[in-house]
């Protein structure tokens, strides 16, 4: 079946209300045409972000029950050491409340000015934490990866040659780690083949490099290796996710995406003196080790999550509403970015709306369009994110790609939801003629795509 139905009936419902374009329109002008603005309850259906936004399931509200409060040695803390030692496989398990720590508590131990830190492509939170510690985080995802058009199996693989001359340029002893991010939020949520993650071990331990995965996607990455990658057809998600964590040396996570949990994080190690240098910062910044951050109900709620996420009926069903929103899009025509990845849907703002030029933000007139015509909300990633004045010369660099990001919540949206999503996009499309550009009134120093705001140009 192409499109598997969804595993799992509606136990509990949320109301969501609808509003009428005239509200919209007022919504937009308070907001400063900035979807950031915008407050939740005025939203139809929310495509921000996969992050934390996940179902539980009643197995995972019954073990919220079970939480143990104890402030050391909760019974909840072993139970999700146990789950991701099964999955991971790693010596140690440090639980953070988010990914964005364990990735702060592992950057601030171990990087200092001059280093460099390889990946695929670095997460937004990943390379703040890098350069905030002084580090330079290299982008090295392979070339086909930024051909919107070109359709691979596995897109997020990261460029070996590159790396190569990567560390051969900086020298080994200024790359303290590599990454590699599965799946590739950054790059459209595009999967790397286990041959990729073996081979990348290969080469960084040659140089006696370790590897870090970025696992927030593990299971879905996992399931594009068992659908696509020879060899992997027969093999259930946890023979793959253990084989593909094997070749590493630690993961960080964020427990917000295939976590099926509203909060969490955590990060694995085997090296126990590096585990007993993040364990003392951690009791600083976070919390006791069995329970950093967390209460001990989230952990029960991770354990199980992560138990869930490794079901392929639920996979086959999650990828599968993804990849719906992707095929109704093509047939129609609709430019995205492709082949649709694990979690999101990405538009191509450049090519949907080729009247407007990069310095008229194609992308916001895109996402302003999607919640004034049908309630929507998506994210930009293209210029308001990403542009910037080049010191030397004065000149304003724009991003290669001008993107709207559609991020799917796991287990939240029906499919007759979706299929609304769809529908209100290529009516856009069939009218994107008579969509304007923007120009900004207000932006921050930095970071400034959560609080600019903006106006149509006339
Ligand atoms: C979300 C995310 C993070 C950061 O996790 P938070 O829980 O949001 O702090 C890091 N890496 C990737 C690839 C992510 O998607």
């Known amino acids: ?21 005239e509200e919209r329109e007022a919504v937009l002008e308070q907001a400063g045409y900035n979807v950031f603005n915008i407050p939740a309850d005025k939203i139809y259906i929310d495509l921000l972000t996969d992050s934390g936004t996940s179902a539980m399931s009643d197995n995972q509200w019954a073990g919220i029950m079970l939480g143990d409060e104890s402030y050391a040695g909760s019974r909840n803390y072993y139970h999700f050491e146990q789950t991701v030692q099964k999955i991971f496989g790693f010596k140690h398990v440090i639980p953070t409340h988010q990914g964005r720590v364990a990735e702060n508590l592992l950057f601030s131990t171990i990087l200092h000015k001059g280093l460099v830190v390889p990946n695929n492509s670095h997460f937004d939170t990943t390379r ?71 081979a990348t071990a290969k080469l960084l331990h040659s140089y006696e490099i370790p590897l870090i995965l970025d696992a927030c996607r593990f299971a879905e990455n996992a399931w594009f290796i068992q659908q696509r990658e020879a060899g992997y057809a027969d093999k259930t998600i946890l023979e793959i996710a253990n084989e593909m964590f094997s070749y590493a040396d630690g993961c960080t996570m964020s427990a917000k995406k295939d976590g099926l949990v509203n909060i969490g994080g955590f990060i694995a190690l085997n090296d126990d003196q590096l585990t007993q240098q993040l364990t003392n910062r951690l009791i600083l910044i976070e919390g006791f080790p069995t329970y950093g951050g967390l209460a001990g109900r989230d952990l029960e709620a991770i354990a199980r999550g992560l138990e869930e996420v490794l079901d392929e009926n639920y996979l086959a069903y999650r990828i ?56 929507i909300r998506a994210v930009e990633i293209g210029s308001l994110m990403f542009a910037h004045k080049d010191e030397q010369t004065g000149t304003i660099q724009y991003p290669e790609l001008e993107l709207v990001r559609l991020a799917i919540p796991r287990r939240v949206y029906t499919n007759s939801q979706m299929e609304y999503v769809a529908e209100s996009i290529i009516e856009i499309y069939k009218k994107r003629q008579q969509l304007q550009g923007f120009e900004l009134t207000y932006e921050a120093p930095v970071l400034r795509h959560f609080t600019a705001r903006m106006q149509l140009l006339a």
Do not use: C, W
């Open 320 to 375: 599968g509403q993804v990849a719906r929103m992707g095929d109704r899009l093509e047939e129609a025509g609709v430019p995205f970015l492709k082949p649709t990845g694990g979690h999101a849907v990405y538009l191509d703002a450049k090519s949907f709306l080729a009247h407007i030029p990069q310095s008229q933000f194609p992308g916001i007139a895109l996402t302003v369009e999607l919640y004034l015509h049908a309630g």
């Open 128 to 198: 703040a934490n890098v350069e905030f510690n002084g580090a330079e985080a290299v982008d090295l995802v392979i070339d086909e990866a930024k051909d919107p058009n070109k359709i691979l199996p596995f897109k997020g693989n990261i460029d070996l040659d590159k790396l190569e001359a990567l560390i051969q340029k900086t020298g080994r002893e200024n790359i303290p780690l590599g990454m590699l991010t599965i799946t590739n939020n950054s790059g459209g949520g595009q999967p790397v083949s286990m041959a990729n993650i073996r």
């Open 1 to 21: 079946m192409k499109y598997p139905p969804e595993p799992f009936k509606i136990k509990v419902v949320e109301p969501i209300g609808r509003t009428t374009r």
